[in-house]
C-alpha cells in the first residue's frame, strides 16, 4: 500500500473539531432505539494496522450488537483532531477514541506506563499485568477522574529505534538533535540534549523530508515501510529501548459505558480484547516481510545501538521513570505496581523465552 492511500484525508493536528455534543449528557444519538456512535482515531482512516483496525473493531461492535450500537470511524482529524481525540471523548462530542496512553501525559504522567516504557515491560508482560496484577484497575481509577473508561488494544511489539538522518555512534550525538518520539522514550531523550517533537502520524513523512525534524520513530518494519520513511533516509537503528511492547487503547465516555446494559458493555469488551489478538498477530506477520523488503530492495542499513550506549541510556531511562512515578499519589501507586510486575517479569523471562530464544539460535541443523 502506498503512504498516500492511507494518509488520503487526514488533516494536521490542528484541525478544528466539526462535530458536538447534541445535549449536556455524553450519549451517542438514539434513533428507533439504535446508538450511532462517534469513533475518533489518532490515525489516519487507512493507515494498515491501526487504521483498519479500528473500522474492524467499529464493523464487529455493530454486528455483535445486532446494529442496535452502529459506530462510525473517523480518522485523525475528520472529526477531532488526532491529538484532540482524548478531550472529545471526555466531554461527549465523540463516543469512543482508538488512540495510544502516551499521547495523554499532559493530562497525566501516569497514562505513560499505559503503553509502553523505556526498558520496562514487552506486549505481553503488558496486558499479563493489565488483566491479572492489578494494572487495569489502577487505569480505571485514573481514567474515571477524566470521565473515561479504558481498554488495552493490541501490542504492535517491540519499536524500532528510528530513522535518522546522520549514524548515532556515541551519546554525544544525540544533543541538538530535533527528534519526533512521544511518552516516556522523548523525556529520555531530553535528559541527553534531544529537542523532542510529537507529530502525528500524518505529519511525520513531511516533517522529516522537509528537514524540520533530524530523525523520528514510529512503529516497526511494516509501518516504516508502508510510510516510506527509507527514502529520505537508509539508516535505521534497533532496538528501540523506549518502546519494547507498545500497546494501543481505546477509551468510552464514562457516563456512556455506565448506561451499557451488561450484555453491551459485554459485547464491546470482547469486541476489543478480540482485535487486540488479530492485530497483534497482524503486526507480528507483517512486519517480517516488511524489513526483508526494506534491507534487500530498498538497500536500508541497519544499525544496532552499542552495549555501553544502551547502558548508559537505561541508566537514565531509570530515573526518569521514577521521577515521573514519583510525580503524584496516583502515579506512585502505577508506578510500584508497574516495578513489581517488571521484577517477575525478568526472573520468569530468564527461564521462559529468553532462554527458549538463546537456545534457538545455537548452531544446529534444523529444516
Known sequence: MKRRAFV???????????????????????SQGRKQWKLAMSWPLNAPGLGTSGQRVAKRITQ????????????????VPAFGVFDAVSAGDADMYMSAEYYWQGKHKAFNFFTAVPYGLTGLETHAWMKYAGGQELWDELSADFGLKGFLGASTGTQMG???????EKLDDFKGLKFRMPGIGGEVLRELGVTVVNLPVAEIYPSLASGAIDAAEWVGPWHDLAFGFYKITKHYFYPGFHEPGTCGSFAINKKLWDSLTKDEQLIVTMAIEAEAQIQGAEFNARNLGSLNVLLNKHKVQMHRYPDDMLIEIGNIAGQVVSDIGNSSPIAKRVYDSFIDYRK????????GEQGFMNARLLPFKYG
Not at 64 to 79: A, N, Q, T
Open 64 to 79: 455483535l450488537s445486532g446494529g442496535k450500537i452502529d459506530v462510525k470511524v473517523y480518522g485523525g482529524g475528520e472529526l
Open 8 to 30: 488520503k484525508g487526514a488533516a494536521t493536528a490542528g484541525v478544528a473539531a466539526t462535530a458536538a455534543a447534541a445535549s449536556s449528557f455524553p450519549a451517542p444519538a438514539i
Open 344 to 351: 517477575q517479569a525478568i526472573t520468569w523471562a530468564k527461564i
Open 162 to 168: 528510528g530513522w535518522y538522518r546522520k549514524p548515532i
